[in-house]
């Protein structure tokens, strides 16, 4: 089976934070968070953390939010963007280091995607046992044949109306480089879908899911990220 080692996410962090300076991608967090409904003092587990752009966004929004990843990489530079970040590093294809009730809200942004469908029921399973009654969960996934030009086009368009021609060409400019890596990155992630390492998200499968896991008031399959991921938001009651 074809997967994608740990050098290759070194690399893709590397670039990744180039993603905050597009419109899709920015619009897309700040969904997470206004679905979140975060009150000051939320404890919020952020998994699948990466580098830390969501958790200091809930961070900002008054959540206490503890940020679990995989990545060290990731880690790293979330450390250095949130020096008073809580970081745990862990598996999610693993019983999760919490006990049961632990938090007010769970968030997991483009994460689920890359653990085999294997793990994926017990996984939302703990994430059930670690939420608290009336607790949210917020989930969000690149959908099956994403387009990533998609998103940059989506990106392009929205400057040019936002701020104009000038701005936006020098904006591509700067963005030109890492926006290309990150493109050939996701190419790499489809190539390891086609061997089966990574599933895309299917309409209905995260519901399908979060209905299996025991959450209730589900919400329809809402497409984000310029209708490049579906997102979810559920209730344990």
């Known amino acids: 089976m074809k ?6 996410w070194k690399k893709y962090f590397q670039v990744y934070d180039a993603l905050n300076e597009l419109i899709p991608y920015s619009a897309l967090l700040s969904t997470i968070v206004e ?3 975060i009150h000051d003092g939320d404890t919020v ?3 699948g953390s990466g580098t830390g752009n969501l958790s200091i966004l809930i961070t900002q929004a008054g959540g206490k939010v503890v940020a679990f990843d995989s990545s060290q990489e990731g880690m790293a530079l979330h450390r250095c963007k949130q020096p008073t970040a809580i ?3 862990g598996d999610l294809m693993n019983p999760l280091p919490f006990d049961n009730s632990s938090f007010n809200k769970i968030c997991s942004n483009n994460v689920i995607y890359t653990i085999p469908k294997k793990y994926r029921e017990s996984l939302f399973r703990e994430f059930y046992r670690i939420l608290r009654p009336g607790g949210i969960i917020v989930v969000s996934n690149i959908r099956r044949n994403f ?3 998609s ?7 929205s400057s040019i109306r936002l701020y104009g021609l000038w701005r936006t060409t020098c904006n591509v400019v700067k963005l030109l480089f890492p926006i290309i890596r990150i493109f050939y990155y996701n190419l790499r992630i489809q190539s390891a879908n086609h061997f089966h390492s990574y599933s895309f998200i299917d309409s209905g499968e995260q ?3 979060l209905e299996l896991a025991g959450f209730a008031d589900i919400s329809q399959d809402y497409k984000v990220y310029s209708d490049q991921a579906i997102l979810n938001r559920a209730i344990k009651r």
């Open 45 to 47: 587990l952020d998994a």
């Open 207 to 209: 519901h399908s899911m």
């Open 35 to 37: 679905m979140l409904d």
């Open 3 to 8: 997967t994608l080692g740990s050098n290759f």
């Open 151 to 157: 998103i940059y086009g989506d990106h392009v368009r």
């Open 87 to 89: 970081l745990i590093n």
């Open 147 to 149: 387009s990533p030009t």
